[in-house]
């Protein structure tokens, strides 16, 4: 019988990563609704991690291949 799961806490963990979305986009929206930021600075902002993540990626890809795997 310990098979059974509790099936809210998934719920729960997806309604909350979609409440963090929609406040996000609702301070955004009324910042820019203000002219208190510039919609695409902060797109450009908010996604720049990506780049980042990219950069470290072949980095450490890079660290990898030539045989140094220590990372700094």
Partial sequence: MMAVFNQSTPRIRVLRYILRYIIVATVIAIA????????????VGLCSFVGAFFIEASRQSYFILTGREESF
């Fill in 32 to 43: 820019y609704k203000f002219r208190l930021i510039s919609l695409p600075a902060t797109i």
